[in-house]
């Protein structure tokens, strides 16, 4: 794998693995963890895309010129609304908050795949490479036209596994 000159350690190809997405821009220091919610952007395409940018409403996210630069995220300006997530063609954001509970953490994602979980139901949640890495509980599914009907699945877990936790497993299809 080759690296970006300016982002040494993110591969151009292939996923890329948590060490490379800390180095990206969009990727909030850790002291910034404990101020609630707040979004985490795994973006490392330097392609042209910026719907991140303009669904933010507190100018968090920041693009800029060229519109390939990759999304740099302003983690005192972000409040964790998630409306980038729904924006972001590539599925490339997640909202996560270290101050859900004492012992739990939650992670907001975008999940289009077919059937859509259920609120309690127990998941297997996943890091950037789809192993597992816990098990969670869905707290919440918003399925709205204003995320233009991407579902936005929050699941609570285990604040050991915080910074591993980016999605969950694909459910197991159901049979009528």
């Given at each position: 794998?080759?690296?970006?000159?300016?982002?040494?350690?993110?591969?151009?190809?292939?996923?890329?693995?948590?060490?490379?997405?800390?180095?990206?821009?969009?990727y909030p220091a850790q002291k910034y963890w404990k101020k609630g919610?707040?979004?985490?952007?795994?973006?490392?395409?330097?392609?042209?895309?910026?719907?991140?940018?303009?669904?933010?409403?507190q100018g968090a996210i920041c693009v800029g010129t060229p519109i390939?630069?990759?999304?740099?995220?302003?983690?005192?300006?972000?409040?964790?609304?998630?409306?980038?997530?729904?924006?972001?063609?590539?599925?490339?954001?997640?909202?996560?908050?270290?101050?859900?509970?004492e012992n739990e953490a939650t992670v907001t994602f975008p999940y289009?795949?077919?059937?859509?979980?259920?609120?309690?139901?127990?998941?297997?949640?996943?890091?950037?490479?789809?192993?597992?890495?816990?098990?969670?509980?869905?707290?919440?599914?918003?399925?709205?036209?204003?995320?233009?009907?991407?579902?936005?699945?929050?699941?609570?877990?285990?604040?050991?596994?915080?910074?591993?936790?980016?999605?969950?497993?694909?459910?197991?299809?159901?049979?009528?």
């Amino acid at each position: 794998m080759t690296a970006w000159p300016d982002h040494p350690g993110v591969k151009l190809s292939g996923a890329p693995n948590l060490d490379e997405v800390k180095k990206t821009p969009g990727y909030p220091a850790q002291k910034y963890w404990k101020k609630g919610s707040l979004a985490f952007i795994e973006c490392v395409e330097e392609i042209p895309c910026n719907p991140c940018e303009s669904s933010c409403p507190q100018g968090a996210i920041c693009v800029g010129t060229p519109i390939t630069n990759l999304p740099v995220l302003d983690a005192e300006k972000c409040i964790g609304c998630g409306k980038c997530i729904a924006a972001c063609p590539g599925l490339a954001i997640y909202i996560k908050n270290y101050t859900y509970a004492e012992n739990e953490a939650t992670v907001t994602f975008p999940y289009e795949y077919w059937p859509i979980p259920s609120r309690g139901q127990e998941v297997s949640l996943v890091d950037e490479m789809g192993d597992v890495v816990c098990q969670g509980k869905v707290l919440r599914v918003v399925n709205t036209k204003q995320n233009n009907h991407t579902p936005l699945v929050t699941c609570s877990f285990s604040k050991e596994f915080f910074e591993r936790v980016k999605s969950m497993k694909r459910l197991p299809k159901r049979n009528n």
